[in-house]
């Protein structure tokens, strides 16, 4: 009996972002006379651009807006033409990776620490294409998610805003903190010296937190609600957008070698 072998996590990476790039020549395609493309941060939207500029006959109909400097960099080394977000009037398509998708598009993201860019350009994408691993899927609707949730922050006064997050969040009905509240939020350091904060390409702290989401409208509830806070710029949960314009699509590489377009 033959056996089929198992796809490494990267060549399930590669295969989504084939099949996000198989996407985006069908949209280049309509739109004319040239199409501006988001290009999302992360390995996984590294390979979708690595992949994009072999397409040598359409990249010539390519402006892209980078979601941040690692992509922007790879882009440019690559041969694609990038601009500043201000130079372009509208956005056609986005292509991000993801840390979290779930069945019914709960989506996310910013364990890059690139959630701000990421979120100012794929919300504003007439077309948003999510590329992600099988790792990354939870086929669950409406089942609870306990991920981190990135949350970045103005660095003047970070202690009360993450104190206001644990307030809005971290409270039970009776206005206490809830159990083992201070596993729930931490501030994110540096991956290379853990004593020293991470800072955002934007010059931010980066809160992650623990809420247990219910489901879609938590979700979106969450994402709302969060952005509220005074001193809270942005945050990971990708969820309104495609509540608000419903044009989302999620492709899923699978180990078996399967590809997975919802
Ligand atoms: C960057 O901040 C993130 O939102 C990335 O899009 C996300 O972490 C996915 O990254 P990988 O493709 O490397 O898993």
Redesign the pocket.
Known sequence: MALIKALSQNEQ?DLAAREAVRLVRTISSVAKPYMVLGL??????ERFIEQLANEKDIIDCFTCVATSIASEEIAKEKGLTVVSLDEVERIDCAV????RITRDKIII???????LR?KIIDYRAEKFLIIADESKYLDKIDGKIDDWIPVEIMRFGFKVIMGDIVNLFLTNVSGSVVEGWEEKIKQRMKKDNPKEPFITENGNFIIDIRIGLKNVSDAVNAELMLNTIPGVIENGIFVARAIEKGDMTCIIAYENGRIETF
């Open positions: 990476k999302g941060s992360g390995s996984t939207a991000d990776g993801t840390d993201k910013g364990l890059g620490g690139a959630l990421e």
